[in-house]
């Protein structure tokens, strides 16, 4: 585990207070010598000094303020989404949006299509359920209602290689593990809802969004309890196919409500099962069953449904740290800059050759997927640090700050990185993996100054909470500045 998504963080309930307010007895350090502050925590963790780097400069005057150990190259986890991001507002634009194109194989009169409805995925990384909604609901604004024949779904804009969801933490049920797909609809992933049932012998259990092709085995039992345990002693599991979901275990009585989400079916399917259940919501009817599909180039459209515009997708991809998302930006870098259909490779090539060109890509430097689910990638924090203040001289800069996320007030770092001191003054990245810890971003300090900050933590067990009280150290350094 360790990935931020379901990162639980076990906190010491030391906060180190005396530590941290010593920082501000030495507001100066040489930039080669750490913050006292820094030094403490990892004094007070046992923690070498060998196993982190430091890199941070001044935005104005691209004065070096710290560096320490910033050449050696060590694991980012999902501070390296950046560079997916960064590459994608400069290839693509703030304003690129996805299109997903629906196409009538068939005469439409008096709000029946004669024929087959065919859906073209082109990638869209936030195509959830409110937004397949709207979609349909345009398809019913244009006179659809019946449709006699098949859906058929076009997912060939990608070329998605196999691979097992359990390869990388034995968790194939974990939303962060969930591979590309051109019509990835909701992730993937179903919200499933626990509570007593009325009579309070056994747990009635909700799926959101319903789909009909998925089926729920229900062996919970409720237990007299509080409602407190791991996952309140649920058990998950599903077959093969991953189209029945078994739930199991003892369910304590003193939950009034609990949920989980997990992923479900294959993106084909989902995709099948979502639109089918919202389309009948909406009135209609789907006389067929799924089929794949490829939509031909002489083929028009009866509409495309556009996405959010790219600038809105990646703060969704940096604050929330959403896995998946960053990898369709990898395949839709690989697809536009070259042509379909976008493959991982193609991707990382476009990202290597994009930092090649601007000469802001080391020897150490190595990438995977471009998600940070990874324990390959490697990237060194001076090379991190050339990258950001790059991406601070652009004219989409203020799009790739404010899509980080702000410490102590929202996404992953709001829990993470909340101190009174610096809440509100850093807009960072955070990353975490087993016995990776690390931020990356822009900083102000309390005088003004504007700071381009690394952090990168390699040390056994650093993710459990040692490597979130190094970061606010050093931030709190960074505000008296």
């Known amino acids: 585990m360790g990935i931020e998504e379901a990162d639980h963080v076990i906190r010491s309930p030391m906060r180190l207070s005396v530590c941290l307010f010593a920082i501000l007895l030495l507001p100066v350090v040489q930039a080669d010598e750490l913050p006292f502050g820094v030094r403490s925590v990892l004094n007070l963790r046992d923690i070498p000094e060998s196993a982190i780097s430091i890199h941070v400069t001044d935005l104005e005057t691209g004065e070096i303020i710290l560096s320490h150990l910033d050449d050696v190259p060590r694991n980012p986890a999902s501070t390296i989404k950046l560079y997916t991001t960064l590459v994608a507002l400069d290839v693509l634009g703030p304003a690129y949006t996805w299109k997903t194109g629906l196409y009538a194989r068939g005469e439409i009169k008096d709000g029946v299509l004669d024929g087959d409805l065919l859906l073209k995925g082109k ?28 859906l058929l779904i076009d997912d060939t804009y990608f070329d998605v290689a196999d691979s097992d969801p359990a390869a990388f933490d034995r968790q194939p049920l974990r939303a962060y593990n969930v591979t590309p797909s051109a019509v990835l609809m909701n992730f993937k992933v179903v919200r499933f809802g626990f ?119 990646i703060t969704r991809v940096n604050k929330y740290s959403n896995n998946v998302m960053a990898r369709q930006l990898l395949y839709t870098l690989s697809a536009e800059d070259n042509e379909p259909p976008g493959t991982e490779q193609g991707g990382l090539k476009v990202i290597h050759d994009w930092l090649a060109a601007r000469a802001l890509k080391s020897e150490g430097f190595a990438m995977e997927n471009g998600s940070g689910l990874s324990r390959a990638s490697r990237l060194s924090a001076a090379e991190f640090g050339a990258l950001l203040r790059y991406a601070w001289r652009q004219p989409y800069m203020p799009e790739f700050a404010a899509s980080m996320a702000i410490t102590g007030l929202d996404g992953t770092a709001r829990r993470r990185l909340d101190d009174a001191d610096i809440r509100g003054y850093a807009h960072l990245k955070t990353g975490s993996l087993d016995h990776v810890s690390a931020i990356a971003g822009y900083m102000q300090s309390a005088s003004g100054r504007r700071f381009s900050v690394v952090m990168l933590q390699n040390y056994t067990d650093i993710q459990r909470g040692p490597g979130d009280e190094g970061h606010i150290a050093l931030l709190k350094w960074l505000y008296e500045q």
């Open 123 to 150: 990638g869209d990384p936030f195509l959830v359920t409110e937004r397949v909604w709207q979609m349909l609901r345009e398809l019913r604004r244009r006179g659809v209602r019946e449709i006699t024949g098949d």
């Open 195 to 313: 509570e007593p049932d009325d009579d309070g012998t056994g747990v009635r259990i909700q799926a959101e969004p319903p789909l009909d092709n998925l089926f729920i085995d229900n062996r919970l039992r409720i237990v007299r309890g509080h409602c407190r345990g791991f996952q309140r002693g649920i058990s998950v599991d599903a077959n093969s196919s991953v189209d029945r979901m078994i739930f199991s275990g003892s369910f304590p009585s003193g939950c009034k409500r609990y949920s989980m989400s997990r992923t479900a079916l294959d993106h084909r399917r989902f995709a099948y099962g979502l639109v089918r259940s919202l389309w009948e919501e909406l009135g209609g009817s789907i006389g067929g069953t799924l089929k794949q599909g490829v939509a031909t180039e002489e083929e028009e459209p009866l509409f495309e449904f556009r996405s959010l515009p790219l600038s809105s997708v």
